[in-house]
Nanobody, 124 residues
Framework: QVQLVESGGGLVQAGGSLRLSCAAS????????MGWFRRAPGKEREFVAA????????YYADSVKGRFTISRDNAKNTMYLQMNSLKPEDTAVYYC?????????????????WGQGTQVTVSS
């Protein structure tokens, strides 16, 4: 099993930056593809970004492409989401998730393990 804990959320002004971290327990972190999802108030959960198990491939939602960067450090069992040029519409609870596969996935159903979420609020 994998346990995931997100951190790094907070309140930031539009145009600002935040870096989210997702710390994973267990010794098999490198066997999982990882992803970030978010849920804004009153909206469905949506895909944000995903990365393959060795970090050589990544994929982004169109809404964050060019502004967000996903990365991972398998030696530290940690995944990151660097968020730049933040917009008020990025306000949401952000969740990290782990999928027992080598390749990234954009569908939430492909992920077996989820963190508890971290709040990101972008003020205008």
């Amino acid at each position: 099993q994998v346990q995931l804990v997100e951190s790094g959320g907070g309140l930031v002004q539009a145009g600002g930056s935040l870096r989210l971290s997702c710390a994973a327990s267990g010794r098999t972190f490198s066997s999982y593809a990882m992803g970030w999802f978010r849920r804004a108030p009153g909206k469905e959960r949506e895909f944000v970004a995903a990365i393959s198990w060795i970090g050589n491939r990544s994929y982004y939602a169109d809404s964050v492409k060019g502004r967000f960067t996903i990365s991972r450090d398998n030696a530290k069992n940690t995944m990151y989401l660097q968020m730049n040029s933040l917009k008020p519409e990025d306000t949401a609870v952000y969740y990290c998730a782990a999928s027992p596969s080598s390749y990234y996935h954009t569908q939430a159903m492909s992920y077996n393990y989820w963190g508890q979420g971290t709040q990101v609020t972008v003020s205008s």
